[in-house]
């Protein structure tokens, strides 16, 4: 049975088991709250965690960022709110609202240019 939650995320260390629905735009305005108080101006939450599948909800305050690092595996990259900018040595993406990309397989880093609110969704092997 499929429940709806209006009201606040569940903590961060638990994630929604399978068919129950959430408002990213909820979590995504709490968790932005958090990004913005703590000391790194990030805040995640992971969503969904299945067998070969990870969805986690990042929230980052304006000027931080995800330090260059490795894909852990297939992924895609959604802007909820705000715009970020993915890059790695060689390219940039600017994302804004709405905005897709996915990932590429090499090192990489992201930052927020405003307070921004993104999806990540990653295929694990």
């Given at each position: 049975m499929?429940?709806?939650?209006?009201?606040?995320?569940?903590p961060p260390e638990t994630h929604l088991?399978?068919?129950e629905v959430t408002n990213l735009a909820a979590?995504?305005?709490q968790l932005l709250a958090d990004a913005r108080s703590a000391t790194s101006g990030r805040?995640?939450?992971t969503v969904v965690a299945l067998p070969g599948l990870r969805v986690t909800l990042i929230a980052l305050a304006s000027g931080s960022e995800l330090a260059e690092h490795e894909a852990p595996g297939s992924a895609t990259l959604t802007c909820l709110t705000?715009?970020?900018t993915?890059?790695?040595?060689?390219?940039?993406?600017?994302l804004g609202q709405g905005d897709i990309v996915a990932i590429p397989g090499q090192r990489h880093g992201l930052t927020a240019e405003t307070d921004?609110?993104?999806?990540?969704?990653?295929r694990l092997a």
């Open positions: 499929s429940t709806h939650h209006n009201g606040p995320a569940r088991p399978a068919g979590m995504g305005e805040a995640a939450r705000g715009r970020v993915l890059s790695t040595t060689d390219r940039t993406w600017p921004a609110a993104v999806l990540l969704t990653v």
